[in-house]
């Protein structure tokens, strides 16, 4: 199973709007509602983002969403904040209880 | 506190073994089934196991099926990877995370292992 194909590296001003893009197959992220993205902090834990494609835990902002369209997943930030300044990563089911992540987007805040 | 927390990490030689753990608190372990990711230094996440509720099922990527055997011990809260035969390409922050889902919903601050001579 490949990884899921995420752009390297994305940048903003404060108070932009982004969206960061997750290109998989109909095999994952085309197959199944369960996409994921996670945001990690240098030397940190990565944080759940979004689950379900669209849903947001308790506690994540709704300046977070989540979408998706046919094998491509999207993370939206609105009103872009210096904490949001994090590595992304987002997450497809694949069946049989295995899991793929992509390789990862580097989010600066200018 | 809902954490989890691993621990066993450290430096070891080509074709060594070590085992992990990962302590949960804060929720009730048994009804959550758990995965084991893990991320290479400067690299990006990877799934590499999960094992459901009662320790029935476990599944392995293909980059250590045959070598990394996960289990757990609902009595104690407790989470375990065995890792054997390991190479240089295993070295990674190890994380336990907790499965939702589909998704990883909690995730401990992992655990360094390097493997090198």
């Known amino acids: 199973q490949s990884a899921l194909t995420q752009p390297r590296s994305v940048s903003g001003s404060p108070g932009q709007s982004l969206t960061i893009s997750c290109t998989g197959t109909?095999?994952?992220?085309?197959?199944?509602?369960?996409v994921s993205w996670y945001q990690q902090h240098p030397g940190k834990a990565p944080k759940l983002m979004i689950y379900?494609?669209?849903r947001r835990p308790s506690g994540v902002p709704d300046r977070f969403s989540g979408s998706k369209s046919g094998n491509t997943a999207s993370l939206t930030i609105s009103g872009l904040q210096a904490d949001d300044e994090a590595a992304y990563y987002c997450?497809?089911?694949?069946?049989?209880?295995?899991?793929?992540f992509g390789g990862g987007t580097k989010l600066t805040v200018l | 506190e809902v954490q989890l927390v691993e621990s066993g990490g450290g430096l070891l030689q080509p074709g060594g073994s070590l085992r992990l753990s990962c302590a949960a608190s804060?929720?009730?372990?048994?009804?959550?089934?758990m995965k084991w990711v893990r991320q290479a230094p400067g690299k990006g996440l990877e799934w590499i196991s999960y094992?459901?509720?009662?320790?029935?099922?476990?599944y392995y990527a293909d980059s250590v099926k045959g070598r990394f055997t996960i289990s757990r011990d609902n009595a104690k809260n407790s989470l375990y990877l065995q890792m054997d035969g390991l190479r240089a390409e295993d070295t990674a922050v190890y994380y336990c995370?907790?499965?939702?889902?589909?998704?990883?919903?909690?995730w401990g601050q992992g655990t360094l292992v390097t493997v090198s001579s």
């Open positions: 995370a907790r499965a939702d889902t589909g998704s990883f919903d909690l």
């Open positions: 804060g929720f009730t372990f048994s009804t959550y089934s």
């Open positions: 094992i459901s509720t009662t320790g029935s099922t476990m």
């Open positions: 109909s095999s994952d992220v085309g197959g199944y509602k369960y």
């Open positions: 379900d494609v669209n």
């Open positions: 997450c497809s089911y694949v069946g049989s209880y295995f899991w793929v």
